[in-house]
């Protein structure tokens, strides 16, 4: 386990390897799980302060079951988190299919296009990160959970690139913690590397 500040990271977050191979998983994270996308709670009110500008990608059915549900729906184990289309495998709500399969977030596509300044939900931004906020000051979690199947290419492509999971979240991590936290966690993964390298040293 790796500490910064008052996050405690996972070991694999350093060690394993990983970079998304989008024409193999075809963006299945948004669409495989038992609910839609978890929500911090700042980020409900953005989403309604964004959403007349996000309409115009999204699908006509989406947007009848976010008239039907809500721009977000409580689930009981998760908390706010957004809805999804039963009829489409539970896709989220805010993914659409482009010409080669590959479901495309509608916030993000916005906020390429300059639309808007918010990407997506942290969340969906850190896969295959899970982040847990602490409660009553316990320490915030990161953890390394990528899906056996969906996520094995992005797996190997990460091992053919030596890439390593929070160097290719630096992004998500950085908009969540901040400039400093990210190179004190570059720094404690790099000293983990090399004394996990180091001949005799098992963890």
């Given at each position: 386990?790796?500490?910064?500040?008052?996050?405690?990271?996972?070991?694999e977050?350093?060690?394993?390897?990983?970079?998304?191979?989008?024409?193999?998983?075809?963006?299945?994270?948004?669409?495989e799980?038992?609910?839609?996308?978890?929500l911090?709670?700042?980020?409900?009110?953005?989403?309604?302060?964004?959403?007349?500008?996000?309409?115009?990608?999204?699908?006509?059915a989406?947007?009848?079951?976010?008239?039907?549900?809500?721009?977000?729906?409580?689930?009981?184990?998760f908390?706010?988190?957004?809805?999804t289309?039963?009829g489409?495998?539970?896709i989220?709500?805010?993914?659409?299919r482009?010409?080669?399969?590959?479901i495309?977030?509608?916030?993000?596509?916005?906020?390429?296009d300059g639309i808007i300044?918010?990407?997506?939900p942290?969340?969906?931004?850190?896969?295959?990160?899970?982040q847990?906020?602490?409660?009553?000051g316990?320490?915030?979690?990161?953890?390394?959970?990528?899906?056996?199947?969906?996520?094995?290419p992005?797996?190997?492509?990460?091992?053919?690139l030596k890439?390593?999971?929070?160097?290719?979240?630096?992004?998500p991590?950085?908009?969540?913690?901040?400039?400093?936290?990210?190179?004190?966690?570059?720094?404690?993964?790099t000293?983990?590397?090399?004394?996990?390298?180091?001949?005799?040293?098992?963890?």
């Amino acid at each position: 386990m790796i500490v910064v500040d008052n996050v405690l990271i996972s070991d694999e977050i350093a060690e394993a390897q990983f970079v998304c191979d989008l024409n193999k998983c075809k963006g299945g994270c948004c669409e495989e799980g038992d609910a839609g996308a978890p929500l911090e709670d700042a980020e409900l009110d953005i989403m309604i302060d964004v959403f007349e500008k996000v309409k115009p990608y999204l699908t006509p059915a989406a947007l009848a079951e976010i008239e039907r549900k809500g721009k977000y729906v409580y689930h009981r184990e998760f908390g706010w988190v957004t809805p999804t289309l039963g009829g489409d495998n539970e896709i989220c709500v805010y993914g659409s299919r482009d010409e080669k399969g590959i479901i495309k977030c509608a916030f993000e596509q916005a906020y390429n296009d300059g639309i808007i300044g918010w990407k997506k939900p942290i969340s969906c931004h850190f896969f295959p990160i899970i982040q847990k906020k602490g409660k009553k000051g316990d320490y915030d979690r990161m953890n390394y959970e990528p899906r056996e199947t969906l996520c094995s290419p992005a797996c190997s492509f990460g091992k053919k690139l030596k890439v390593p999971v929070y160097k290719f979240l630096k992004e998500p991590i950085v908009r969540k913690y901040g400039e400093d936290f990210y190179n004190a966690l570059e720094k404690a993964a790099t000293e983990y590397s090399s004394e996990k390298s180091k001949p005799g040293i098992h963890r």
